[in-house]
């Protein structure tokens, strides 16, 4: 069975800075495509940024410059570096791993709060 574990979040100050993980289990890593996405209240979930299993990456507008995602094959893990945090990046963050063919996998979700 394939587990998405998110760890990092929290709590910060505007401009503050956090990193998230997203460790893979039950399944080979480097199989997956990996993303974050964010939902805040109210709002549909919306993609953030993702890496393919060659490193290829793709961000949402309004994150370029500010996020980084990476992956680690000898951790099984994807990371997301956020930087210059805004209030408007409040919200809970997901971890998606996606396989050609379809199948995707998400994980539980972290909250990430920016106060200003």
């Known amino acids: 069975q394939v587990r998405l574990v998110e760890s990092g979040g929290g709590l910060v100050q505007s401009g503050e800075s956090l990193r998230l993980s997203c460790e893979v289990s039950?399944?080979?890593?480097?199989?997956?495509?990996m993303g974050w996405y964010r939902q805040a209240p109210g709002k549909q979930r919306e993609f953030i940024a993702s890496?393919?299993?060659?490193?290829?990456?793709d961000y949402r507008d309004s994150v370029k410059g500010r996020f980084t995602i990476s992956r680690d094959g000898g951790k099984n893990t994807v990371f997301l570096q956020m930087n210059s945090l805004k209030p408007e990046d409040t919200a809970v963050y997901y971890c998606?791993?996606?396989?050609?063919?379809?199948?995707?996998?998400w994980g539980q979700g972290i909250q990430v709060t920016v106060s200003s």
């Open positions: 998606n791993a996606n396989r050609a063919g379809g199948t995707s996998y």
């Open positions: 890496i393919t299993n060659h490193g290829s990456t």
């Open positions: 039950g399944s080979p890593f480097s199989v997956y495509a």
